[in-house]
């Protein structure tokens, strides 16, 4: 069975880090380029950025602006997203997403809270 | 950058069509992918590259894209497809838009 399991939320302080992880099993995880999609609270989908199945490749949306770091680890099957400089519009659920063109594979999300 | 325009919400009732646009300059030329996401539930995929549907996902839905307007369209709505609708493209090669939602709700 395809899985894709996040960790790592939680409630962080303005101006803070954290770490998100994710998972993966039931696919060759090397395969697949993988996103962070976020949604705010009854809000919409938000894309944030992508890496390639390799890790030599990473991009972002504009608004991270240089705070955020995507990485995975293929020996481990794990995807990770590095916040940093944190605020409270960055409140919201972040899924882990598997898709180079279209995205199948959907983790059930991680909610992080930026409030103090 | 590139804006993906979706109506708010859209009322059908059950066994009638639901048509959810997507719409954008030259939508036409790019691939548009559609997903669903239920209330509490993480997004899936419906149709992709404009009209390809994965496997599970019920014929009801269907997708067509031409000039400035791709679209959704679900054949018999039922009470399982109330739920938002979100249309995707890939701006260039490296950045992902989504429109910005659509609630379906079925009467």
């Known amino acids: 069975e395809v899985q894709l399991l996040e960790s790592g939320g939680g409630l962080v302080q303005p101006g803070k880090s954290q770490r998100l992880s994710c998972t993966a099993s039931?696919?060759?995880?090397?395969?697949?380029?993988m996103n962070w999609v976020r949604q705010a609270p009854g809000k919409g989908l938000e894309w944030v950025s992508v890496i390639s199945g390799d890790g030599h490749d990473s991009f972002y949306a504009d608004f991270v602006k240089g705070r955020f770091t995507i990485s995975r680890d293929n020996s481990k099957n794990t995807l990770s997203l590095q916040l940093t400089s944190l605020s409270a519009e960055d409140t919201a659920i972040y899924y882990c997403v598997g898709g180079s063109t279209f995205f199948d594979l959907w983790g059930h999300g991680t909610l992080v809270t930026v409030a103090s | 950058s590139y804006v993906l325009n979706q109506p708010p919400s859209l009322s059908v009732a059950p066994g009638q069509t639901a048509r959810i646009t997507c719409g954008a300059t030259n939508i036409g030329s790019k691939n548009v992918h559609w997903y669903q996401q239920r209330p509490g539930q993480a997004p899936v995929l419906v149709v992709f590259?404009?009209?390809d549907r994965p496997s599970g996902i019920p014929d009801r839905f269907s997708g067509s894209n031409s000039g400035n307007t791709a679209t959704l369209t679900i054949n018999r709505v039922d009470a399982g497809d109330e739920a938002d609708y979100y249309c995707?493209?890939?701006?260039?090669?490296?950045?992902?838009?989504f429109g910005g939602g659509t609630k379906l709700t079925v009467l």
């Open positions: 995707h493209v890939w701006e260039h090669s490296s950045v992902v838009v």
């Open positions: 590259d404009d009209r």
């Open positions: 039931g696919f060759t995880f090397s395969d697949y380029a």
